[in-house]
């Protein structure tokens, strides 16, 4: 305690506040309180502005407010706890807000928590287990629900939806599943299966044209059972050899989730050219084909 009150008294005197010169020294107890008061009051002051002030929209005046509340309210430890209680459930307000697009029933929430804080007994690790249980599923559908309802998600599906009909219009084949591709180059042999891994030269772009990833003209391994559904099935309508462009829709990518440069619901366009399997060599020495379930 002794170190907070000198370091508190000589942060005072650097700044040249009070309390160090010769009047702020007064006799008696009274005095010597005011003094290290009003030394804490400069250095928390001073402090509190550095941090709160980062944030040019945080409104100083509800800040002092809500100090000067906390202060001239019961201070029990009782009432601290709920202070920091209730900032807690406003941050988890916001969180819930942000994260899923749901606005927190406040007036529902309460009645829930107030029972359950009240009670005469505590929930026990099980009953807390099957809550958190209970309210996993109900997130899950809300995040997906905000996904599904995110502007630029819903704007893309449609520029897709429209793309890919283009291409259909124009010639290009459908599948089943709703890939389009058209056959740039004739391979040889046999169809690809589920569990090869392909050798693969590809460019992949956007619908409007723009390449987000490429092999740069070197074929690359594919693991037909690790890439995108769409991907694995355009690959397994082809034989070696062969070349295509293939529009994959969203649902066959990557949904609703996107990634780190493919936004949510986005139409896909791929220029995929096959070599061949991959080969490896056998424990005699043989040429053999490497299948997805050898890859570690």
């Known amino acids: 305690m002794k170190k907070i009150f000198s370091i508190a008294l000589v942060a005072v005197c650097a700044f040249g506040m009070v309390a160090c010169n010769e009047k702020g020294a007064a006799k008696g107890e009274s005095a010597l309180a005011d003094s290290v008061s009003m030394s804490f009051g400069d250095l928390y002051g001073n402090g509190m502005a550095q941090q709160i002030k980062m944030d040019s929209t945080i409104d100083m005046a509800e800040v002092l407010k809500g100090i000067q ?95 890919l009909n283009k291409k259909v219009a124009e010639g290009y084949t459908k599948t089943k599943s709703g890939l389009a591709y058209k056959v740039l180059a004739e391979g040889n042999g046999e169809n690809f299966k589920e569990n090869d891994v392909v050798m693969t030269k590809y ?21 037909l059972k690790a890439v995108v559904p769409g991907f694995s099935e355009m690959i397994q ?56 379930a050898d890859i570690k």
Do not use: C, W
């Open 203 to 223: 460019v992949g772009k956007h619908i409007d044209g723009k390449e987000f990833d490429s092999s740069r003209g070197e074929a690359v391994p594919f693991n």
């Open 69 to 163: 509340y906390v202060l001239k309210s019961d201070t029990s430890k009782a009432f601290q706890t709920g202070i920091q209680v209730g900032m807690q459930i406003s941050n988890m307000y916001g969180g819930v807000k942000q994260q899923y697009g749901i606005e927190i029933n406040k007036k529902l929430f309460m009645e829930h928590f107030k029972k359950a804080l009240m009670s005469d007994s505590t929930a026990t690790r099980e009953q807390m287990m099957a809550l958190q249980m209970a309210l996993e599923p109900l997130l899950e559908r809300a995040a997906a629900e905000a996904k599904a309802n995110d502007p630029r998600a819903i704007e893309n599906k449609k520029a897709g939806e429209a793309f």
């Open 237 to 292: 309508l082809m034989k070696p050899g062969m070349k295509v462009e293939v529009v994959i829709p969203s649902e066959l990518a990557y949904a609703e989730n996107g990634n780190q440069v493919i936004g949510p619901n986005e139409t896909l366009v791929f220029e995929i050219e096959t070599v061949g399997v991959k080969i490896a060599e056998g424990p005699n020495g043989e040429k053999v084909p490497v299948e997805a």
